[in-house]
């Protein structure tokens, strides 16, 4: 009997199918712009493993902080995904984050993420790319084509 409970409680709280994974995702950015991560955490192992091109993050309670610290620098942020996939507990998705930091103009960040699920279907990995200072950088008039040009110059 207590069995069950558990496997009820796993199961209200995994990633069954792409399409819930997307539906979530698209939650997490409300129509303010404004973050709310509050219905999507509970989908993430206690032992997450977080990483991008500035962080790597281990464990839910320091994922969480990074979302609040996210929350706090953004006045707005919205999420469109492209393009997705799923194979078996391995899923890719492609997205582009509009982002409107205080005191900036809007830029669009153009990214991927690698989620791997873990056996009771919850977000145990999670790996984002993408070229933030590129894609914010390209936002900034006359900025934009120096760092393309060095971009070039120096890494081909």
């Not at 709310?36 to 990483?51: C, M, Q, T």
């Not at 492209?82 to 900036?104: P, S």
């Not at 070229?131 to 084509?145: H, R, V």
């Amino acid at each position: 009997m207590i069995e069950n409970s558990e496997e009820k409680k796993y199961s209200k709280y995994n990633i069954e199918s792409l399409e819930q994974l997307i539906e979530l995702w698209e939650k997490t950015y409300n129509e303010q712009g404004k973050l709310d991560w509050s219905h999507l955490l509970p989908y993430y192992a206690d032992d997450i493993v977080f990483r991008d091109s500035i962080q790597e993050i281990h464990g839910i309670d320091e994922f969480k902080a990074m979302v609040e610290r996210l929350t706090k620098r953004s006045q707005e942020l919205r999420m469109k995904i492209v393009n997705a996939v799923k194979e078996g507990n391995l899923i890719f998705v492609e997205w582009e984050m509009t982002i409107l930091f205080k005191k900036t103009r809007k830029s669009v960040v153009y990214g991927a993420s690698r989620l791997i699920l873990n056996d009771e279907g919850k977000i145990a990995s999670q790996r984002d790319y993408y070229d933030l200072w590129g894609d914010i950088f390209d936002n900034i008039p006359g900025f934009n084509k120096l760092y393309r040009k060095f971009m070039r110059r120096v890494f081909g």
